[in-house]
């Protein structure tokens, strides 16, 4: 784990600059949002999610998060179909604050295709990118 400016970027994940991580599992990627993106929204209080089944187009919207201060798109890092939601997070969204890296991932999706991991930020990139933030 690598701390900058007080936000957290965990090694082995990539990043995008729509705030968004995505962990590698084999052949599927699980997204969630930063630590910086949760730290800049504050307290959470909802989380719109698409549906298992859906699918997603990198660097579109797929859902929503809402705090006490804004709402705020949800940004595809990749491209593909969702196979899992994290239902407590639609449930308790305030695990997004809590855990952004653990118990409030957003999504596991099976990737269309993992050359789109070029167009986002390896954990080196991010760690350069978060210090300019």
């Known amino acids: ?7 957290e970027v965990p090694e082995g994940l990539y990043y995008s600059k729509d705030y968004e991580w995505v962990k590698i599992e084999g052949d ?3 997204i969630g949002v930063t630590d910086h ?6 307290e959470i209080v909802f989380a719109e999610l698409p549906s298992e089944g859906d699918t997603t187009t990198q660097n579109e919207p797929y859902g929503t998060v809402e705090s006490v201060k804004a709402v705020s798109d949800l940004i595809a890092p990749l491209s ?7 239902s407590e997070v639609q449930n308790t969204p305030e695990l ?11 999504l596991v999706l099976a990737p269309n295709n993992m050359d789109e991991l070029k167009n986002i930020m390896d954990h080196a990139k991010a760690v350069e990118w978060h210090k300019s933030l």
């Open 28 to 30: 599927k990627a699980r």
């Open 96 to 106: 997004l604050n809590e855990d952004p890296y653990g118990k409030g991932w957003l």
């Open 37 to 42: 993106a949760q730290k800049q929204l504050r």
């Open 1 to 7: 784990m690598v701390k900058v400016n007080d936000v």
């Open 80 to 86: 593909g179909t969702i196979e899992q939601v994290n």
